[in-house]
């Protein structure tokens, strides 16, 4: 019999490769999506006009990490193998101005969703997304036994939730794990993403169709690795024979101004001719340096990254330029002063 997941935050970068592997491999998938007035799924759509799966093993649920009953009920009704909890308000700087949300649905919701599963009483396996930002202010280079310091709301929220998860595992004897991922991108990261601002404004300069890229600070250093390879690690956490908490990351370091860099070269433009700084990105307290160490996961789980940075750049940057090739042949386009 198949096994089967379910996804929070599966309209998202991690969640729509995460279901496309999990398809992959014979799964039965299940997302948690909210309801609105205008459809989220886009970085779905691929699966859908798959006409291998043609949505015959890809259900999608209404729901709200912030709602205990639905979770309840819908683990119920699923009654899972696997549950991966990527919900959240992700985006750090965004976090600073909605300290309270990102608070309740990012760490919170954790809480939430690990008691539904007591309440629900189902057998599953549970991956919680941790993140490199709960080490903040601590030098790197970071692995599991690392002590955390959080520098942003975001990053607060984040350690509440994998504390939660540490206890649930210990006190209720859940399969419960924390994947502390470290910064992983791709051409489907939100556009007010950091890279990927970078290297849609790289593939619209280009084209003329915008002049300026402001950017905030261009000497933070991180870590920065291909999603696609990271929810792989995340499946191969649920798989390891123990519940075990294992960092992700390629133990590589880039400033912000590499990135940029790299992103300008490949399209052959000098980046100190289009960007500028525009104090309003940046944040309140800033994390300067994440470098993850993997030795675990490579250890015990048999990962390790294959996509460094330099080749991540390249990766984004072109699919910018088709999107961005694709977009003009059906419309026209204004540009961003």
Same mark, same amino acid.
């Given at each position: 019999?198949?096994?089967?997941?379910?996804?929070?935050?599966?309209?998202?970068?991690?969640?729509?490769? *995460?279901?496309?592997?999990?398809?992959?491999?014979?799964?039965?998938?299940?997302?948690?999506?909210?309801?609105?007035?205008?459809?989220?799924?886009?970085?779905?759509?691929?699966?859908?006009?798959?006409?291998?799966?043609?949505?015959?093993?890809?259900?999608?649920?209404?729901?709200?990490?912030?709602?205990?009953?639905?979770?309840? $009920?819908?683990?119920?009704?699923?009654?899972?193998?696997?549950?991966?909890?990527?919900?959240?308000?992700?985006?750090?700087?965004?976090?600073?101005?909605?300290?309270?949300?990102?608070?309740?649905?990012?760490?919170?919701?954790?809480?939430?969703?690990?008691?539904?599963?007591?309440?629900?009483?189902?057998?599953?396996?549970?991956?919680?997304?941790?993140?490199?930002?709960?080490?903040? =202010?601590?030098?790197?280079?970071?692995?599991?036994?690392?002590?955390?310091?959080?520098?942003?709301?975001?990053?607060?929220?984040?350690?509440? =939730?994998?504390?939660?998860?540490? $206890?649930?595992?210990?006190?209720?004897?859940?399969?419960?794990?924390?994947?502390?991922?470290?910064?992983?991108?791709?051409?489907?990261?939100?556009?007010?993403?950091?890279?990927?601002?970078?290297?849609?404004?790289?593939?619209?300069?280009?084209?003329?169709?915008?002049?300026?890229?402001?950017?905030?600070?261009?000497? =933070?250093?991180?870590?920065?690795?291909?999603?696609?390879?990271?929810?792989?690690?995340?499946?191969?956490?649920?798989?390891?024979?123990?519940?075990?908490?294992?960092?992700?990351?390629? $133990?590589?370091?880039?400033?912000?101004?590499?990135?940029?860099?790299? =992103?300008?070269?490949?399209?052959? *433009?000098?980046?100190?001719?289009?960007?500028?700084?525009?104090?309003?990105?940046?944040?309140?307290?800033?994390?300067?340096?994440?470098?993850?160490?993997?030795?675990?996961?490579?250890?015990?789980?048999?990962?390790?990254?294959?996509?460094?940075?330099?080749?991540?750049?390249?990766?984004?940057?072109?699919?910018?330029?088709?999107?961005?090739?694709?977009?003009?042949?059906?419309?026209?386009?204004?540009?961003?002063?």
């Amino acid at each position: 019999m198949a096994k089967s997941a379910l996804i929070t935050g599966v309209t998202g970068q991690d969640g729509s490769y *995460l279901a496309e592997l999990l398809l992959s491999k014979g799964y039965e998938v299940h997302g948690l999506v909210r309801r609105s007035s205008s459809f989220n799924t886009e970085r779905l759509d691929g699966i859908y006009q798959d006409p291998h799966t043609a949505n015959r093993r890809l259900f999608l649920h209404f729901g709200d990490l912030n709602d205990g009953v639905t979770l309840i $009920n819908v683990l119920r009704d699923i009654n899972p193998d696997e549950v991966y909890n990527l919900g959240a308000q992700s985006h750090v700087r965004v976090s600073f101005d909605q300290p309270v949300f990102t608070g309740d649905v990012t760490g919170v919701a954790a809480m939430r969703l690990l008691e539904a599963v007591r309440a629900a009483r189902v057998r599953t396996k549970i991956y919680q997304a941790s993140s490199s930002e709960m080490f903040g =202010a601590t030098p790197p280079p970071q692995n599991e036994e690392t002590p955390f310091y959080p520098r942003s709301p975001y990053g607060v929220a984040k350690v509440y =939730a994998y504390w939660a998860t540490r $206890n649930y595992r210990e006190a209720y004897g859940l399969f419960a794990v924390n994947g502390i991922l470290f910064n992983h991108e791709s051409p489907r990261r939100g556009e007010t993403f950091v890279t990927r601002k970078v290297t849609r404004a790289v593939a619209r300069i280009q084209a003329g169709l915008q002049e300026k890229l402001y950017m905030g600070n261009l000497g =933070a250093v991180r870590d920065w690795g291909y999603a696609p390879e990271y929810v792989e690690g995340m499946w191969r956490m649920l798989q390891h024979s123990e519940p075990q908490d294992y960092v992700l990351a390629t $133990n590589t370091a880039y400033s912000v101004r590499d990135f940029v860099q790299m =992103a300008f070269d490949h399209a052959g *433009l000098e980046w100190e001719k289009y960007v500028e700084h525009d104090e309003r990105y940046e944040r309140p307290t800033e994390v300067d340096a994440l470098i993850g160490d993997y030795s675990k996961a490579k250890t015990e789980l048999g990962w390790e990254p294959k996509v460094l940075t330099p080749e991540l750049v390249k990766i984004m940057v072109d699919a910018d330029v088709q999107e961005l090739d694709d977009e003009r042949a059906g419309r026209n386009i204004r540009i961003d002063s």
